[in-house]
């Protein structure tokens, strides 16, 4: 895969699998916290930190068809901050390049032609790979931070003063059970799914898919009888799985190989899909022509036609069950589309 060497571009600079072909994804490397690191906890913002909390500061870099780049938009959305944090895209394709810009999706802050040169900006000898999503803060130009997991929590809890939605993604009382879901929903099923399309050998590709099927097995019936992850309030850990799932059955299904079975084939984690897509807000951030363009158009290696499946004719607008279980999303978000109980 492509990365940066001492600010520098190179084209196959490291392997994204290891000697037993199983998929090795490159850690981030911008790591620093709006409002502190003890925003991280849950405190409350220092004004006085290296990056304090400022309306119209921030810009986030993200694609629409990148799963990590989604979570920071949808957290993004449902907190209401769109006039606080400012966001623009890339190209959903991405080749020898890497992500870059164009007069359809132009770089808004120094009109770069791609988003490496975003990247050596805020150091001119980094050595790494060139992610979304990217926490840009404009005043001292430079990265703050380029770990999605990460940067939903800073939108939450960092900016929930400036928020114009009364949502609260990590509340108190779930706090340790979300961030044991984001931990165990993250190898076998955000992750996983990657483990499986890039897996070298057999061995490696059998194990993903059956530790991702064991996984979402798991989590269909654990959505039997609860609303959301966490229990009956709408948490981060519910965004972590969605962009997973609303990609699932036109991307990973069949590009990836994970198609043991499609997610609009599990009743409870179709329908919680289909409640989590129809929250005010989370539809304008889906794109699935951006999600479809890049998946098979961007990995040569998987898919070298680039042909681009059809499939499948499902819709997320449709009616859902979830009414049928206590809970529901915050106050804020409560007037969406009508449920199959209505």
């Known amino acids: 895969m492509n990365m940066l060497v001492d600010g520098e571009w190179r084209v196959d600079a490291y392997e994204s699998t290891n000697d037993e072909g199983e998929f090795d994804r490159q850690a981030t490397s911008f790591r620093r916290w709006v409002g502190g690191e003890a925003v991280r906890d849950g405190a409350v913002p220092d004004p006085d930190a290296e990056f304090p909390v400022e309306a119209g500061r921030y810009h986030l870099y993200i694609c629409r068809a990148c ?20 966001l623009s895209l890339v190209e959903p394709v991405r080749i020898d390049d890497g992500w870059e810009f164009s007069d359809e999706y132009p770089d808004p802050l120094y009109d770069e032609p791609y988003l490496r040169d975003v990247y050596t900006r805020a150091d001119p000898d980094f050595t790494g790979r060139v992610t979304v999503p990217v ?3 404009t005043d001292e130009e430079t990265i703050v931070n380029n770990e999605s997991r990460e940067i939903m929590r800073m939108l939450n809890v960092a900016f929930d003063d400036l928020a114009t939605r009364d949502v609260d993604l990590w509340p108190e009382g779930h706090r340790d059970e979300v961030e044991r879901l984001i931990d165990d ?18 061995a490696a590709y059998d194990e993903a898919v059956n530790e991702l099927f064991d996984a979402l097995d798991h989590y269909e019936e654990l959505l039997d009888d609860r609303r959301y992850l966490a229990g009956d309030v709408l948490t981060e850990a519910d965004l972590a799985m969605f962009v997973t799932l609303v990609r699932f059955d036109h991307v990973y299904h069949t590009h990836f190989k994970c198609n043991r079975r499609a997610v609009h084939e599990y009743p409870n984690l179709w ?32 898919n070298p036609s680039r042909l681009v499946a059809t499939g499948p004719d499902i819709d997320f ?17 409560a007037d969406g589309p009508v449920t199959a109980d209505d």
């Open 67 to 86: 799963p990590w780049a989604h979570r920071a938009a949808l957290t993004r959305a449902l907190k209401g901050l769109e006039d606080v944090v400012s």
């Open 135 to 137: 926490l840009w803060d």
């Open 185 to 202: 929903v993250y190898d076998p099923i955000n992750n996983g799914v990657y483990r499986a399309g890039f897996a070298g050998t057999q």
């Open 271 to 302: 329908n919680y899909t289909k409640e989590l897509y129809q929250l005010p807000g989370v539809e304008e951030t889906v794109s699935l022509q951006h999600i479809v363009d890049h998946y098979y158009g961007s990995h040569g290696d998987i």
């Open 317 to 333: 607008t449709e009616p859902h069950d979830r009414d049928r279980l206590p809970g529901g999303p915050p106050t804020d978000l």
